[in-house]
């Protein structure tokens, strides 16, 4: 089944199809747009990470926000430090990732699941939202960083080339970098999951108590899941941070939590381009929506999930590569006049 | 093999087994006779670690793994074909057998799977769900056989199946016992299968052994109405 999901030929177009989508957006659209584009490809690769943690390896986590939000801190305030940006990047990764390996191997190993898990990972992350807002005072302050409370780290240094902190990244190259490193998760993760290793995680999700009487530690497979998933929101978090700059608590907050999972339940869990197709759905949507004044748009939005989980509980992916199947994989039936031939 | 010394094991508060002591050789086969609920399921459950024993000790291969975790357990060798399978659904046939590779290093155990199991051949691509329940029991017999354990738990391998795919596990097991050495507890309803395979066989009521009979004894009907009751 995996197999013929995540054949190779769908790998190679997807891929080509990303490049492609990469080059020509910019040609195309308005500076104001790809502004925007940047945002929603930044926001795909956190929705990624989810769609890995929640999809393939059965973990429910309402907290990927705290590991974007790590790493977009850890970013801060090490190239506030550092001035090049080379080793800022690597502890945007490693940093969220410790993190989550830490918190994970305390609830995995304790056998904590299902809703207990959600509830622990969204506690955790509204605790550094209030951590992170109390850190307003002058004492505060990581080497020559201000962590700034409520206020967040203004004037982020950008990403420069590696050991030249003089020439940093354009606007464009962000929007280039960001789609590249989106592109190169996805296909990474796809083979991932193709390997032994993704075939494990996946028959965890299936049957947790066979994989285990198996010889598999569910534990290990799932920490290391959850690991990967928290390194790549890190990631995609040091990429917000140059986008806009600027880094608050907000990213920790319930808000934030709340929409990647909507992304995910809206494009589809158990695939890796649903959370990337319900991201950009979505954030299109809000957008357009902020730009009106006639109706709310949390309410539009929450109408729209609430729809979603009633009529398309799969999300849009996988439904439209079900009805896709079904279609293909239609038995054929002879029309009447055909039949009445049939001696 | 396996050592059991007085295991007491149960569901949360609720205690079912009561000082269970048995030991097996290598390449051993002992078939497990009881009614419903009187905890044979229950004994293979702890003996893989699924449930906790709350008394008593189980050696296996000279080692301590009362308190092994399920999937230690497994690579230490013991394999366990529960009641319904459990194969999984979404992974084909090919993907289930590969599950099973853990304590190979890398080498593929689907030719030799399917060198014992032919009937597999033209079904690797099929989701386990797709297969019929018999097909489903002899891939998570595959599946077990492929981590090369040196003793397997059968939990009613026989239910629901039709009597072509019975012969064909009964003749399987009976030869993968001889060249391989494998030993198998086998918790079985299905009288006939047991005296096809067992060596020996143990009674259990209410959590104990009360019991030990030869396969033989299962043709005498006195034996089997005292002890089983049918």
Known sequence: ?343 | MIEVKNLHSGYGRIPILHGISFTMKQGEVVGILGHNGMGKTTLLRTLVGQIKTTQGRIEFDGRDVTFASPSERARAGIGYVPQGRDIFPLLSVMENLKMGEIMRGGESAVPEMLGHFPVLKDLLERPGRGLSGGQQQILALARCLAGRPKLILLDEPTEGIQPSIVDLIAEKLGELKVTLGLGIILVEQDIRFIRQLADRVLIIQKGAFVAEISPDQLYDREVVDAHLGI
């Not at chain 1, 190679?12 to 925007?36: C, F, K, R, S, Y």
């Not at chain 1, 993190?99 to 809703?115: E, M």
């Not at chain 1, 005072?137 to 206020?151: D, H, L, M, R």
């Not at chain 1, 190169?184 to 796809?190: E, Q, S, T």
Request: hydrophobic letters at 55%.
């Open chain 1, 1 to 343: 089944m995996i197999a013929h999901w995540q054949g190779n030929g769908g790998l190679v177009a997807a891929t080509a199809l990303g490049l492609v989508l990469l080059l020509a957006l910019p040609q195309v659209v308005d500076p104001v747009m790809m502004i925007e584009l940047t945002s929603y490809v930044i926001m795909a690769i956190l929705a990624l990470s989810l769609g890995l943690i929640w999809g393939y390896g059965g973990i429910l986590c309402f907290g990927q926000s705290a590991f974007f939000g790590i790493g977009a801190y850890a970013y801060a305030i090490a190239v506030i430090n550092f001035g090049d940006s080379t080793i800022p990047l690597l502890l945007s990764i490693i940093v969220p990732g410790l993190f989550a390996a830490l918190l994970g191997y305390f609830l995995f190993y304790a056998r904590i699941t299902d809703v207990y898990f959600g509830v622990i990972t969204l506690t955790v992350t509204l605790i550094l939202y209030k951590v992170m807002g109390a850190t307003s005072g002058s004492q505060y302050v990581i080497g020559t960083a201000a962590i700034g409370g409520y206020n967040g780290i203004p004037a982020v240094p950008p990403l420069n080339f590696p050991g030249r902190p003089d020439a940093a990244l354009s606007f464009d190259g962000l929007f280039y970098l960001s789609g590249l490193t989106l592109l190169a998760i996805y296909v990474g993760l796809r083979l991932m999951l193709k390997s032994r290793f993704g075939q494990v995680v996946v028959a965890i999700r299936e049957n947790e108590r066979r994989a285990e009487l198996l010889g598999y530690d569910a534990r290990f497979y799932k920490l290391a899941t959850f690991t990967i998933g928290g390194a790549i929101a890190g990631l995609a978090g040091c990429l917000f941070a140059n986008w806009g700059m600027f880094i608050s608590p907000d990213v920790f907050g319930l808000a934030q939590s709340a929409q990647v999972i909507i992304w995910v339940i809206v494009g589809g869990t158990g695939t890796l381009l649903g959370p990337i197709v319900g991201c950009f759905a979505i954030q299109w949507i809000a957008t357009k929506l902020g730009a009106q004044q006639v109706l709310n748009a949390n309410l539009v939005l929450g109408t729209i999930l609430i729809g979603f989980v009633l009529l398309v509980p799969k999300g849009v992916v996988p439904t439209i590569g079900d009805a896709f199947r079904r279609l293909k994989f239609r038995p054929y039936v002879a029309p009447l006049v055909e039949q009445r031939r049939v001696p």
